[in-house]
């Protein structure tokens, strides 16, 4: 179903994020991608879900070929295909939960009583509808992660994209989250799954790739092999690698648009 | 290079936008400054100026030869209120023509040198003329068309022996005193010449060849009426009595070359205002928006060590830099547009400026970039007092949530795509933002209302001329018309030419009345549609004799209303009538009496023809001509071009207009910029959820709509109250009560078309950041978390 061949994707400076990594997951699947901050988890995530394009490569999804999209193109087939979580939950603070599980679907041109109804029966089975018409702000990290699942899996898609889902809960509201990707899994739906989190990993996924410095390891694949890649490392990986780039570094220090970049 | 310099430098190259619409509008601000400045100097001083150069004659008087002695004229020179004189020189009412083409009656004044002390002249082709036979022209007069060049040879038509001239030159009188001039012995001989001729046949008019002495004075104070009568009375005294035969003030002369534009200065000087209030609002509405969009950087800077002083030198600076480039490419581009006025007017009256005066330029540009100063100042002064911490904290933290009743409401309108109704409630989130914007795009809509209601209001403000397409007239005896000798026939004649659709003759008399002093201008009117030719303010038109019609100023000087009986003295013979209305009737100051033919008696001088649409009108008047020939009179097409004085101030208001326009959709495009870039990880988020392209556009253009609809409401009705106020400045200034149709310039298509003005200044303004927003990387935007 997810084609990934000889993909690099390179920056201006530094080192390719990606390199020349190859990569096929098969519906139902559920696969979770490890490595410490920095070896180009997000990169290949983002290559997949259209928001990026590789440098060289191919990126194939349900014969689709992503990387050729245009903007125009790419937002459809997100829309169609592809939902998103991300460790900030991206939520948009002006909307109540219940537009912002609409959203997806009213971007796709659904009528917005269809839509209604959906948001509604997705935030009931996420046990958050209650909160359907209180804005982001209000809710506890766990519930705004479940809300930004309802609105992932607006639209049905095929694959379901997370980006360290767990990243910014503590470790209640990760274990809730935890159990709905699981539950979601088991009910079908093919996920692609980024994290640090080794039990989230072992919990749900059916399959580990493993990254480092933009290429796969060649390690096991299953997720058992955990074991190198402990907290402690990722860290310090990700200290060396930011730093020399300075993509982040410089901006912090002189960037006027920083102000934006913070958000 | 020090700390402070390079943060400068790094905020001028990184915020680019920001620096060039500053740039930009401070341009187009000083610009529309000098250009509004110099105009307003433009329209109201020339005619002064060239004056005072020219030593222009405050009173031209007319003097019987046979009631004065030379000795008694030159002893007016110290008659009270009399600085200088000049004269006498004999005048002759000449008619002239070059094989076919007839000239209408020139009156020549007798002069041997241009140069004088009293309404010297200015040679503009040609030479003097010196010798026997030559002539030269008024440069600003009537016949100053291509049909006449130094060298054409002039037959005098009405001189005995038909004698010729040459056109040696042209030559300009600033207070218009003749219409031509040769030597005053040749003068003296076309009079003489004249005056055996009449002798020998007393049917003709009296009035027409009487031998006459021009005498020019300049006096001490000649700013009002009053003051030139007073002088003119003095001078009358210091003669035998009857010798002043007639007497012109320059006050008409100014009203005559200045015209309309008179009218203009009022609507001037709020355009100028409307201008700068623009400029003045726009740019501190760009610097403030510009300084505290970097709110996070100065909480960065001061993190560092900066002193909130050096902070707000830092911004200051940082916004003097774009504003000071703009400022001196705006002075060119404002000068240069000025070119074409200085030109203009040098050419109409005579004066000799170089260009606009320096201190326009340097008043405009301090006075902008005191106001950039001011705001930067203010703008970082108070970001720079903010808590380091807090100042850092901007930016994080979402804002309180203002305005989420708008999108929920908005979310719920129905047929609405969502990029749209999203968009609609964007401007409910930051409502000071956004009020800004209305003002910009109100003041935008402003101008053009106002713009638009000045163009209507003087396009309305016309008289006969301006609405006859054709005119017929007897030939000319002495400077008026004759009678026409047969009114039925010619009557009969414009009736039976087809494509005729009414006339009005008319017949000028004088009369006085209690109440007003000196003699007053009475119109005798005949035909059917005399009415269309004058706009009523109160009261009814005529409908017979015995009644009359005239302007506000005349009800004023004589302290009467509308239904009241009054008393016309004309010719010795006391003739009662009735005001029966209020006219907008701006002849002879409002002092014009009009009334029927039959109440004075009279018979026309001139018939104004208008035309059945689709009618030819040269066609129509050469008909007309053959078919009044055996009649003697002639029918001659109205020149219905505007002043050129007129037509370049349209010209450079359109184009001021166009320049505040371009400030307005400049405000939008810098507050929509801002937006956007505050907005990216929202707009990042939509695109990850699949928002197309073309949706962030759809989104982005209608986040202005609705500032776009009530800025062009909020513009159109301030357009139209200052329209109002200025005509009512107007009308007080000038003592008329200005009709209906002159006050309300806008029909209810044109303000729905002027509202609409609002959005398209908005859109145009949003297009450009709406689609750097739909091009912005997604996995950029997102990033900025
Ligand atoms: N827009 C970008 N510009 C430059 N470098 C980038 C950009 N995005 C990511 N990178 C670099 O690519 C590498 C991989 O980044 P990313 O995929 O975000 O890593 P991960 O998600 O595994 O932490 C990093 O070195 C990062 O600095
Ligand atoms: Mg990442």
Known sequence: ?263 | MSALGKVVRSGVARRRVPTIVTGLVVMVAVTSAVLGASLSVASRGPFERAFQQHHGAHLAVRIDPAKATPAQLDATATAAGVAAVAGPFPLATVSAGSGQFRMPPMEVAGRGTPDSAVDELTLTRGRWATGPAEIVLAANGRFNGPLLATGTELTLDNVPGNPVVTVVGFARSITRTADAWAPPDQVTAWQTAQNQNQNQSQNQNQTASQPGYQMLYRLTTAGTQAQVEAANEAIAAALPAGSLTSATSWLAVRRDVVGDTVLLIPFLIAFGLLGIVMAVLIVGNVIAGAVASATRRIGILKALGFTPGQVVRAYVTQALIPAAAGAVLGLGTGYLSTLPVITKTNDLYGTTDRGTAPWIGVLVVAGILAVVALTAWAASARAGRLRTVDALAVGRTPHAGRGRWASRLTSRIPLLSRPVSLGLAYPFTRPMRSAGMIAAIAFGAASVTFAVGLATSLSRIDEVEDIAAVQITAPMEGPRPSRITDPDKVVAAITAQSGTSGYLGTARTEVTTPGATGQLTAMGLTGPDASRYYRMVSGRWLRGPGEIVVATPFLTATGTKVGDQVTLTSEGRDIPVRIVGEAFNIDEDGMQILTDQATLGLTPEIYYITVKDGTDIGTYAAALSTALEPLGAVADTVDHSPPEMLVLIDALTALLTVLLVVVAGLGVLNTVVLETRDRVHDLGVHKALGMTPRQTIAMVIASVVLTGLAGGAAGVAVGVLVQRAVLAAMGRGTGFTLPASVVDAYGPGVVLLLAVGGLVIAVAGALLPAGWAARTRTVTALRTE
Do not use: W
Request: with cysteine.
């Open chain 1, 1 to 263: 179903m997810i084609e990934l061949c000889d993909v690099t994707r390179r920056y201006d400076e530094g080192p390719p994020a990606l390199d020349d990594i190859c990569v096929s997951v098969a519906p139902g699947e559920a696969v979770a991608i490890l490595g410490p901050s920095g070896s180009g988890k997000s990169t290949l995530l983002n290559l997949v879900a259209g928001l990026d394009h590789p440098t060289t490569g191919t990126v194939t999804v349900d014969g689709v070929r992503v990387d050729r999209l245009g903007e125009a193109a790419s937002a459809r087939y997100r829309r169609a295909r592809i939902g998103l979580v991300f460790q900030f939950f991206n939520l948009l603070d002006d909307l109540t939960v219940s537009d912002n599980v609409m959203l997806p679907a009213q971007l796709a041109g659904t009528a917005r009583a269809d839509a209604e109804r959906r948001a509604a029966d997705l935030l009931a089975r996420l046990g958050v509808s209650r909160h359907s018409d209180a804005y982001p702000g209000r809710l506890s990290g766990g519930e705004r992660q479940r809300v930004a699942v309802a609105r992932a899996l607006m639209n049905n898609p095929a694959l379901l994209l997370a980006d360290e889902p767990t990243g910014a809960l503590d470790t209640a509201s990760g274990e809730e989250v935890r159990k709905l990707l699981t539950e979601l899994h088991a009910d079908g739906q093919t996920i692609i799954l980024v994290t640090h989190d080794l039990t989230l990993a072992t919990a749900c996924a059916t399959r580990t790739i493993r990254l480092l410095d933009g290429r796969i390891t060649p390690s096991a694949a299953e997720g058992r092999a955990g074991a190198r890649v402990t907290p402690s490392g990722a860290e310090g990986r990700a200290g060396a690698r930011v730093t020399p780039s300075g993509a982040e570094g410089r901006n912090r220090a002189t960037g006027d648009d920083a102000a934006g970049r913070d958000r």
